[in-house]
């Protein structure tokens, strides 16, 4: 399994902005992949992308606000959020999946400990 873990993250009022960042190390894996968990709410798919062809794909809730890219080089990715809305606020983790496109929680396989996004109105 990859070792993924997970910064940025914090307290920002709406329209604001963050990064998140994941360091990946271990087992390479086929695409990696931010999900977010708000209270009381199941673990959802964000977005996703490739290692190799660098192919990005979203949850429609946070396409045009939301960019994933990924360093192949230094084995991170990150995570791009703007114009942030209190309904972004959750846990977010990193994961790794093995597949080069997965948007089902079950497709991945290593996870990260989450970082917290707060959005503050």
């Known amino acids: 399994q990859a070792h993924l873990v997970e910064s940025g993250g914090g307290l920002v009022q709406a329209g604001g902005s963050l990064r998140l960042s994941c360091a990946a190390s271990?087992?390479?894996?086929?695409?990696m992949g931010w999900f977010r968990q708000a209270p009381g709410k199941e673990r959802e798919f964000v977005c996703g992308i490739s290692w190799i062809g660098g192919s990005e794909y979203y949850a429609v809730s946070v396409k045009d606000r939301f960019t994933i890219s990924r360093d192949n080089i230094e084995n991170t990715v990150t995570l791009d959020m703007n114009n942030l809305k209190p309904e972004d606020t959750a846990v977010y983790y990193c994961a790794a999946a093995r597949s080069p496109v997965a948007t089902e929680e079950r497709e991945y396989d290593s996870w990260g400990r989450g970082t917290q996004v707060t959005v503050s109105s």
């Open positions: 271990g087992r390479i894996s086929a695409a």
